[in-house]
């Protein structure tokens, strides 16, 4: 397993219910190193333009309202096989279908409201890491 990064946010119902300090201790406590991390608010055109492959599910409004209705972090994670070991700490996009000990089981509402992000690819990491962070953050 060679060292990774991945792109994660902590979306705006878990920065609103006052979640971020334990998700980035959890971040912390399985192994990652945080390598860029920034507060931003994203404008629904900015969130369309992030979720642009889900443009045409019939969620994408929902989704990309909710997305820029308030504060999020965005955050670059590195460990080995990033990708997939954030995914694995989030949990199943629903969090009543989320494993016990999983972030998204723990402090995510509903399947909109999930509390976090995390790439599915190397292709999409690459997408995300480079929509938020600059070269010289990362
Ligand atoms: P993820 O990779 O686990 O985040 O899931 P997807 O890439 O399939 O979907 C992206 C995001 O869209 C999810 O994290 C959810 O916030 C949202 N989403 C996905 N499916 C649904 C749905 O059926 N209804 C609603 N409201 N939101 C959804």
Same mark, same amino acid.
Request: hydrophobic share 40%.
């Given at each position: 397993?060679?060292?990774?990064?991945?792109?994660?946010?902590?979306?705006?119902?878990?920065?609103?219910?006052?979640?971020?300090?334990?998700? =980035?201790?959890?971040?912390?406590?399985?192994?990652?190193?945080?390598?860029? *991390?920034?507060? $931003?608010?994203?404008? #629904?055109? +900015? /969130?369309?333009?992030?979720?642009?492959?889900?443009?045409?599910?019939?969620?994408?409004?929902?989704?990309?309202?909710?997305?820029?209705?308030?504060?999020?972090?965005?955050?670059? =994670?590195?460990?080995?096989?990033?990708?997939?070991?954030?995914?694995?700490? *989030?949990?199943? $996009?629903?969090?009543? #279908?989320? +494993? /016990?000990?999983?972030?998204?089981?723990?402090?995510?509402?509903?399947?909109?409201?999930?509390?976090?992000?995390?790439?599915?690819?190397?292709?999409?990491?690459?997408?995300?890491?480079?929509?938020?962070?600059?070269?010289?953050?990362?």
């Amino acid at each position: 397993m060679s060292t990774e990064r991945t792109f994660a946010i902590i979306k705006p119902d878990a920065y609103k219910s006052g979640y971020t300090g334990r998700i =980035l201790a959890r971040i912390e406590q399985e192994g990652f190193t945080i390598r860029a *991390m920034r507060l $931003t608010y994203l404008s #629904k055109r +900015e /969130a369309e333009g992030f979720y642009a492959v889900h443009r045409e599910r019939p969620f994408f409004g929902g989704l990309t309202d909710f997305m820029s209705s308030g504060p999020c972090v965005v955050l670059a =994670l590195e460990a080995p096989d990033a990708i997939k070991k954030w995914r694995a700490l *989030m949990g199943a $996009t629903d969090p009543a #279908k989320a +494993e /016990a000990g999983t972030l998204r089981k723990e402090f995510g509402a509903s399947i909109g409201e999930n509390a976090t992000h995390g790439s599915d690819a190397p292709e999409t990491a690459a997408f995300e890491l480079g929509y938020f962070f600059r070269g010289m953050e990362l």
